[in-house]
RNA sequence: GCGCCCGUAGCUCAGCUGGAUAGAGCGUCUGGCUACGAACCAGAAGGCCGGGAGUUCGAAUCUCUCCGGGCGCACCA
């Protein structure tokens, strides 16, 4: 609602401005620091100022008595130096802040363009860990908020099933655990083979560490893999997608889905990176190094050709993207892989059924061969998010180069790498995961989480510690309730508390994680929100206790009067501010989704609930004896519990009933 | 060396398309429960917004520079 009249200012504003001034300005609209001083507010008479070389303020004054009347807009002033300040009609805006949060959220047009959203991708060869939790939170929390900026969204989590650290554990079990392929199947049918994985992984580390040679046998075990053959591939074939069923598992508990699982093995196996490599060559976005330290190598320039052009196979700022024995490498697999997402390699994959959600959503994955008729229509996209860290920017750039080399601008600038900085572990949290730390990391504010190392907070172990610790608060307060749904109520405690801690930082900030703060119920967390809504909830749980036939539809027309009345200032502004706080979602989401930052939402969710309990603190809304306002309160709480329960919806936290 | 990110209260972080008196949570201290449940609320203490210069009517926000920290720049993925 906000933004409706932010927009209707912003217009009749510039309008006048070229008819009474003929100036053509941009200016900035913003909320004034405090509510007394109106809504919206706009320095513009600063920059007219100095064009009519007239006093600002005298000027604001002129705009605030001529601009013609505004819908929704109850005043102008001028205020300090020369602003001009907005009052907005506050029961107006009550009224369509309650009709606005009554209607259905838009849903996207199957013929709208697609994104494709690609995130978690973890490697198959270990359990989850929080960095991949802080992935997967991030990424599912962008696709609900395109959705609900009526964006289609296809959602993809890509399994690199066939690379390195599938070898390493492969070698694992070869020579460390000494196991037969059989007998591989037979663990990889446990709840916890990712555990094991997990394990067996930090353990090929060290025994790599004891023989460097032995890392020989990753060259032979990675190459039988790639093609298929022998004891390592069948183990491969058991391991990978074993891990990838935990994964799903995990992410599941997290309200996290997917659409499709695009997997390297078809990548490979359908020679994605040969349709690549003869559109690179045609269009010369790359060529072959004749000498220099590149000799024999097929490299992309990166920096503008001009001056790289001229020197004698000095190409330093060349990216090497097919190695000088005819493989090709990471950078040049993503290039082709980018170019399928956009529908542009000419090649595509085939998909089978992989797994059916609770709800009936379906998960397909890729295969090479025999797949199924009925597949949907996957890729062909219009934009695409990648959600990796940040410290991929760097081969992220080039994969966007090299759409650009082979010609296709507009979908390098519609390659977004949704990037984000990493969850590192304080050296107190390394410390108590039994970890000893060196010299060096003892010095460092935090340190790295290594699958490699094992060294790391396990996704389902957090969860189970959550669900544990919420679990303990719901038998304090809800002793006789049945089992199942404590259980129930302490597991959307838990998911709440977990993904409003991963999704309160911006994506720049490293996240240093922490027991105590990831686990704490209390202040800015997600269990904070969710009992603001189940206060309201209280309010009408009692309330229908009393009248069994209340309808909360029959809140939904507003009694602007009476509105009016206990909104106007100075005593209404606390409410008012509420009302407009819960009036403003949609402005947070065009916010988040211009930004990319999702943190916005949790900063909203939060500031409402706040705000709510404040409201809840002072005013008794059931014992409120004059009926006029108990209903206008009653309107308040229902409003807050809409916008709120929708707000955490885009976080994908549940708000329950009770806790 | 080049590139990117970060530096704001004791701690963890918001605020950065320039704007009015710099915010929140945690922690500390002091208060508030006969329940629309305190997973809450109120109050107090706590800041040369890393340093310096510049642009501007106006800078935490933009530019430059220096300092401090992190990451990336492989014929690894």
Same mark, same amino acid.
């Given at each position: 609602?906000?933004?409706?009249?932010?927009?209707?200012?912003?217009?009749?504003?510039?309008?006048?401005?070229?008819?009474?001034?003929?100036?053509?300005?941009?200016?900035?609209?913003?909320?004034?620091?405090?509510? #007394?001083?109106? #809504?919206? !507010?706009?320095?513009?008479?600063?920059?007219?100022?100095?064009?009519?070389?007239?006093?600002? /303020?005298?000027?604001?004054?002129?705009?605030?008595?001529?601009?013609?009347?505004?819908?929704?807009?109850?005043?102008?002033?001028?205020?300090?130096?020369?602003?001009?300040?907005?009052?907005?009609?506050?029961?107006?805006?009550?009224?369509?802040?309650?009709?606005?949060?009554?209607?259905?959220?838009?849903?996207?047009?199957? &013929?709208?363009?697609?994104?494709?959203?690609?995130?978690?991708?973890?490697?198959?060869?270990?359990?989850?860990?929080?960095?991949?939790?802080?992935?997967?939170?991030?990424?599912?929390?962008?696709?609900? *908020?395109?959705?609900?900026?009526?964006?289609?969204?296809?959602? @993809?989590?890509?399994?690199?099933?066939?690379?390195?650290?599938?070898?390493?554990?492969? $070698?694992?079990?070869?020579?460390?655990?000494?196991?037969?392929?059989?007998?591989?199947?037979?663990?990889?049918?446990?709840?916890?083979?990712?555990?094991?994985?997990? &394990?067996?992984?930090?353990?090929?580390?060290?025994?790599?560490?004891?023989?460097?040679?032995?890392?020989?046998?990753?060259?032979?075990?990675?190459?039988?893999?790639?093609?298929?053959?022998?004891?390592?591939?069948?183990?491969?074939?058991?391991?990978?997608?074993?891990?990838?069923?935990?994964?799903?598992?995990?992410?599941?508990?997290?309200?996290?889905?997917?659409?499709?699982?695009? /997997?390297?093995?078809?990548?490979?196996?359908?020679?994605?990176?040969?349709?690549?490599?003869?559109?690179?060559?045609?269009?010369?976005?790359?060529?072959?190094?004749?000498?220099?330290?590149?000799?024999?190598?097929?490299?992309?320039?990166?920096?503008?050709?001009? &001056?790289?052009?001229?020197?004698? =196979? #000095?190409?330093?700022?060349?990216?090497?993207?097919?190695?000088?024995?005819?493989?090709?490498?990471?950078?040049?697999?993503?290039?082709?892989?980018? *170019?399928?997402?956009? =529908?542009?390699?000419?090649?595509?994959?085939?998909?089978?059924?992989?797994?059916?959600?609770?709800?009936?959503?379906?998960?397909?994955?890729?295969?090479?061969?025999?797949?199924?008729?009925?597949?949907?229509?996957?890729?062909?996209?219009?934009?695409?998010?990648?959600?990796?860290?940040?410290?991929?920017?760097?081969?992220?750039?080039?994969?966007?180069?090299? *759409?650009?080399?082979?010609?296709?601008?507009?979908?390098?600038?519609?390659?977004?790498?949704?990037?984000?900085?990493?969850?590192?572990?304080?050296? /107190?949290? !390394? !410390?108590?995961?039994?970890?000893?730390?060196?010299?060096?990391?003892?010095?460092?504010?935090?340190?790295?989480?290594?699958?490699?190392?094992?060294?790391?907070?396990?996704? &389902?172990?957090?969860?189970?510690?959550?669900?544990?610790?919420?679990?303990?608060?719901?038998?304090?307060?809800?002793?006789?309730?049945?089992?199942?749904?404590?259980?129930?109520?302490?597991?959307? $405690?838990?998911?709440?508390?977990?993904?409003?801690?991963?999704?309160?930082?911006?994506?720049?900030? $490293?996240?240093?994680?922490?027991?105590?703060?990831?686990?704490?119920?209390?202040?800015?967390?997600?269990?904070?929100?969710?009992?603001?809504?189940?206060?309201?909830?209280? %309010?009408? /749980?009692?309330?229908?206790?009393?009248?069994?036939?209340?309808?909360?539809?029959?809140?939904?027309?507003?009694?602007?009067?009476?509105?009016?009345?206990?909104?106007?200032?100075?005593?209404?502004?606390?409410?008012?501010?509420?009302?407009?706080?819960?009036?403003?979602?949609?402005?947070?989401?065009?916010?988040?989704?211009?930004?990319?930052?999702?943190?916005?939402? !949790?900063?909203?969710?939060? @500031?409402?609930?706040?705000?709510?309990?404040?409201?809840?603190?002072?005013?008794?809304?059931?014992?409120?004896?004059?009926?006029?306002?108990? %209903?206008?309160?009653?309107?308040?709480?229902?409003?807050?519990?809409?916008?709120?329960?929708?707000?955490? #919806?885009?976080?994908? $936290?549940?708000?329950?009933?009770?806790?």
């Amino acid at each position: 609602m906000y933004h409706v009249l932010e927009t209707r200012i912003r217009a009749a504003l510039t309008k006048h401005i070229r008819e009474r001034y003929s100036q053509d300005v941009t200016f900035v609209t913003e909320r004034p620091p405090r509510i #007394e001083m109106g #809504e919206v !507010a706009t320095p513009v008479c600063f920059e007219l100022a100095k064009r009519l070389k007239r006093a600002p /303020r005298q000027i604001a004054h002129e705009i605030a008595v001529d601009l013609p009347a505004i819908d929704g807009v109850a005043r102008v002033e001028v205020a300090g130096a020369g602003y001009v300040n907005f009052f907005f009609s506050r029961a107006a805006f009550l009224a369509a802040a309650v009709a606005g949060a009554a209607a259905a959220p838009p849903v996207a047009r199957p &013929d709208a363009p697609k994104c494709i959203v690609e995130h978690t991708n973890i490697n198959p060869n270990k359990a989850a860990h929080i960095g991949h939790l802080r992935n997967a939170a991030l990424g599912d929390t962008l696709v609900r *908020l395109l959705r609900r900026a009526g964006q289609r969204v296809e959602i @993809q989590n890509y399994i690199d099933n066939t690379g390195v650290q599938v070898a390493d554990v492969v $070698i694992g079990f070869i020579h460390i655990a000494k196991k037969s392929p059989e007998e591989v199947r037979a663990l990889a049918a446990q709840p916890k083979f990712d555990y094991f994985c997990w &394990d067996l992984y930090a353990s090929v580390t060290h025994f790599y560490e004891e023989d460097k040679t032995r890392l020989a046998l990753r060259g032979e075990t990675l190459k039988s893999i790639e093609e298929d053959r022998g004891a390592p591939a069948e183990m491969a074939a058991a391991v990978a997608p074993a891990v990838v069923r935990c994964h799903l598992r995990t992410m599941e508990r997290l309200g996290i889905e997917y659409d499709l699982l695009p /997997r390297e093995s078809e990548i490979l196996h359908l020679k994605f990176w040969d349709a690549a490599f003869e559109h690179l060559k045609q269009t010369n976005a790359i060529h072959l190094a004749t000498s220099g330290k590149n000799a024999g190598c097929w490299v992309m320039r990166l920096n503008d050709a001009a &001056d790289a052009a001229d020197a004698s =196979g #000095e190409d330093d700022d060349a990216k090497i993207i097919v190695r000088s024995n005819g493989t090709v490498t990471y950078v040049g697999k993503d290039i082709a892989y980018q *170019l399928w997402k956009f =529908g542009l390699l000419g090649r595509d994959f085939q998909y089978e059924k992989f797994h059916t959600y609770a709800n009936g959503h379906t998960l397909w994955s890729t295969v090479s061969s025999g797949g199924s008729a009925s597949a949907p229509a996957f890729g062909r996209a219009s934009i695409v998010y990648n959600v990796i860290d940040a410290r991929q920017a760097y081969l992220q750039n080039v994969v966007v180069a090299g *759409l650009r080399a082979l010609g296709f601008n507009e979908q390098a600038d519609r390659s977004i790498h949704f990037s984000y900085e990493i969850v590192a572990l304080t050296p /107190r949290c !390394a !410390a108590e995961l039994g970890y000893t730390l060196s010299d060096e990391e003892a010095r460092k504010p935090y340190v790295e989480v290594s699958g490699r190392k094992g060294l790391g907070v396990k996704a &389902d172990d957090l969860l189970d510690r959550l669900e544990a610790a919420a679990r303990a608060e719901v038998d304090q307060r809800h002793p006789a309730s049945p089992d199942n749904e404590r259980t129930a109520i302490a597991h959307t $405690i838990a998911i709440g508390a977990l993904r409003y801690f991963l999704l309160k930082f911006t994506r720049t900030a $490293i996240i240093a994680f922490d027991f105590k703060d990831a686990l704490s119920f209390e202040g800015e967390t997600g269990p904070y929100c969710q009992y603001a809504v189940v206060r309201a909830r209280n %309010i009408f /749980r009692k309330l229908r206790e009393q009248q069994p036939d209340f309808d909360c539809a029959s809140l939904e027309k507003v009694n602007q009067e009476a509105a009016e009345r206990s909104l106007a200032a100075p005593d209404g502004n606390t409410l008012w501010e509420m009302v407009l706080h819960a009036g403003s979602l949609g402005t947070q989401i065009e916010a988040a989704v211009g930004a990319q930052e999702p943190a916005f939402i !949790a900063k909203y969710a939060f @500031q409402l609930a706040q705000s709510f309990n404040l409201f809840y603190h002072h005013h008794r809304v059931l014992t409120e004896e004059d009926e006029a306002k108990k %209903i206008f309160f009653l309107q308040l709480s229902r409003l807050v519990e809409l916008q709120l329960v929708s707000a955490l #919806e885009l976080l994908g $936290i549940e708000s329950p009933e009770k806790m």
